[in-house]
């Protein structure tokens, strides 16, 4: 695959003839690139010129190889905003390779490495998954395979153990399409956490926006050099992408790991730090919306080009599919700090010929003023829905929890519905059910299990005294916190983790599953664990028929949404007007008669029959009409529901349900009674 090197590409560009370096600096008044030979050792310095009118400062480099490992020595004035030392050493903020220079004491010392980017890619090409057949699987490298014995030892935690046969037979086994990695540009651990003798675990402290985590490739390649640990990255992604599966990398552009006042001066700070972060209006300290303590500056133009360049690489030369944007809000904040839906970096990225086939999701939010921004981010965006989570968590955990006290639940079924079909409320017409990347977990909270297994935190592992992590957990113990050998309070969280698993696979948007939830992964009660040791949180391989059971659950419920459009429409109806792509809609309550107004609000329904009709669609992606009928009971009290009766409808047959043991093959007709025992969601298919 050839380059797709520009003259605007910034850092090394190599055999095009006219080898040269490119950094940006607006106040800097020198800069010198000092290179020491693989080959030999010896020093070069190259004096950077600053090309008239522009920030940029080059130099040719023509006796420049992979391998070569340099850094950046520059000047610049005084000042508050300012951070020069001539004879410090810093890291190329398009650095490909990152190693260790010295890397002991407070703040280590970086070094960039020259790599040889090319790579043979035969005549694989991206995976094509229509946004709505994608099942996104969002996992850590290290934690992702650690503990798999199915993967040889060497290569567990690794980039190469995500390619191994066996985490890819098991991805393809549960359905998943798109895998999306925790932090993969190379990053750093907070200095606290360092002299604590801690270890950031999940990478949201970006050292360099170009280069991967050398410490996620396999010991081979690290020993080998920066090349290797590239090449293993890329042939992970080849690997993924021979399976089809896509490969979605979560981005931190938000804030550096320079940290705030006092943190390390190890790049862009040293560099040009008066236009690369975001200053308060008296200069006397960072405006830091990211919680810590940096954020970069998106309004101007030299960083917004980092940014964008940083994407074209990876999507282009590395072959990444998409990109989930870390606090995007962030970057979305103008030259005052006010959150700006049509940021020009958001319209770059949307538009850039470059980034046309790539998935753009945002964590729509920071912790800034004004910072919640979920539903606010425009078409060719999809924004993870924490209001979905927050939904589905409350009606089967918190509502159910408040029945067994008080006899009734908090609220009806309303919410609920409009979740589970795009969350309209939220995200509009225009934009339609897959602007929605639904979620019951993520890697930051707790894990499935733990969710219906503690009412609180357990974070003393953290070493916060707990004031890390979430209070609003929305969830439910079943009467015992943490691990228990209770049958009656196992089969009631097996039931629940059912509900809210078969909510979120079987509703309109994109979903997202959270690695090691397919197989009851536990973090005993630790939903902040970011800094835990790998031995408590890895995805647990070991033989467990209650994993085993949740696994065969996901991939049938993943299978029966890739066979029923109806299930994942692409647009939202209109009333009264055909909508090719939108799911049509009839609801019905308890009694199979249509829903009542009442019925959607009142805790003590909390029933609804919701029969979905897919509509054809042009370019036949929907050809046929497909029906299906999905039965919600949100109590822990038995019920009889009566199936609706409707003449265009000759029965319907249970494809699943978060009941065990239940009748899949009879057909049953309209007018039926069919009886919930308990809290419970069911999927009828159609004849």
């Not at 490969?247 to 390390?264: I, K, M, Q, R």
């Not at 979305?332 to 940021?343: K, S």
């Not at 219906?452 to 003393?460: E, F, G, I, L, T």
Request: net charge negative; glycine share 10%.
């Amino acid at each position: 695959m050839p380059s797709t090197a520009t003259d605007e590409t910034p850092g090394f560009r190599l055999g095009d003839g006219d080898p040269r370096f490119t950094v940006r600096s607006a106040t800097a008044t020198a800069v010198a690139l000092v290179v020491r030979s693989a080959d030999d050792g010896r020093t070069t310095e190259h004096r950077l010129e600053r090309e008239a009118d522009t920030d940029r400062w080059t130099a040719r480099t023509p006796d420049v190889r992979p391998g070569d490992r340099y850094h950046l020595l520059v000047d610049g004035p005084e000042g508050p905003r300012h951070d020069f030392d001539p004879t410090r050493p810093l890291l190329d903020p398009a650095a490909r390779g990152i190693e260790p220079a010295d890397p002991t004491g407070a703040h280590p010392r970086w070094t960039g490495v020259v790599v040889d980017e090319s790579f043979d890619w035969g005549d694989v090409r991206k995976p094509d998954v229509p946004r709505d057949r994608a099942v996104v699987y969002e996992a850590n490298v290290r934690t992702l395979t650690a503990a798999n014995p199915d993967v040889p030892e060497h290569l567990r935690g690794t980039y190469a153990g995500v390619a191994h046969p066996s985490t890819i037979a098991h991805l393809r086994r549960t359905g998943v399409t798109t895998l999306e990695l925790l932090p993969v540009q190379a990053f750093d651990t907070e200095a606290w956490l360092r002299a604590a003798g801690r270890e950031n675990a999940w990478g949201y402290n970006t050292l360099g926006f170009f280069a991967p985590h050398a410490a996620y490739a396999s010991s081979d390649a690290r020993a080998a050099g920066a090349t290797a640990v590239l090449r293993e990255f890329k042939g992970m992604v080849r690997l993924l992408h021979e399976a089809g599966i896509q490969v979605l990398l979560d981005v931190v552009y938000n804030h550096t790991a320079e940290e705030g006042p006092g943190g390390p001066t190890t790049s862009l700070r040293g560099i040009d730090g008066a236009n690369r972060y975001r200053w308060t209006e008296d200069d006397a300290a960072y405006y830091d919306t990211t919680g810590c303590g940096n954020t970069l500056d998106t309004s101007v133009g030299a960083t917004a080009d980092l940014v964008v360049e940083s994407l074209r690489y990876w999507a282009r030369e590395v072959q990444v599919d998409g990109f989930r944007f870390d606090l995007m809000a962030s970057l979305a904040r103008d030259g005052r700090h006010v959150f700006d839906p049509a940021h020009p970096l958001l319209e770059r990225i949307r538009q850039h010929p470059d980034l046309q086939d790539v998935l753009v999701v945002a964590e729509p939010w920071d912790v800034g003023p004004d910072g919640w921004r979920t539903g606010a981010f425009g078409v060719g965006t999809s924004e993870w829905n924490d209001g979905f989570r927050d939904t589905v968590r409350q009606f089967w955990l918190t509502d159910i929890a408040e029945e067994r006290r008080n006899g009734t639940p908090h609220a009806g079924i309303g919410r609920l519905a409009d979740a589970m079909t795009g969350s309209r409320s939220t995200f509009g017409q225009e934009r339609g059910p897959l602007a929605s990347i639904n979620f019951v977990t993520a890697h930051d909270g707790f894990t499935l299990l733990d969710l219906v297994s503690h009412d609180r935190k357990h974070n003393a592992a953290n070493g916060e005294d707990g004031r890390d992590g979430s209070d609003d957990n929305r969830s439910f113990n079943h009467g015992i916190e943490g691990d228990t050998a209770d049958r009656g309070v196992r089969a009631a969280r097996g039931r629940s983790m059912r509900n809210l698993v078969g909510t979120l696979l079987l509703s309109a948007g994109v979903p997202m599953l959270t690695a090691g939830d397919e197989r009851s992964r536990t973090q005993h009660g630790n939903n902040n664990a970011y800094v835990v040791s790998e031995d408590l949180t890895p995805v647990d391989w070991t033989d467990d028929e209650d994993a085993e059971a949740m696994t065969e659950a996901v991939a049938a419920l993943t299978g029966l949404r890739a066979a029923h459009p109806a299930l994942r429409p692409t647009r939202f109806g209109v009333e009264g007007q055909e909508t090719p792509g939108a799911t049509r809609m009839s609801w019905y309550g308890p009694d199979g008669q249509p829903m009542t107004t009442a019925g959607w609000d009142q805790p003590i329904h909390r029933v609804v029959q919701y029969f979905a009709e897919s509509t054809p669609t042009p370019d036949g992606a929907h050809e046929a009409v497909d029906r299906v009928l999905v039965v919600v009971h949100g109590s822990g009290r038995t019920r009889d529901l009566t199936l609706p009766a409707r003449d265009d409808v000759r029965g319907y047959r249970l494809a699943w349900s978060s009941e065990k043991h239940r009748d899949h093959e009879r057909l049953r007709p309209g007018g039926q009674v069919f009886t919930a025992y308990g809290p419970g969601i069911h999927l009828f298919e159609v004849a």
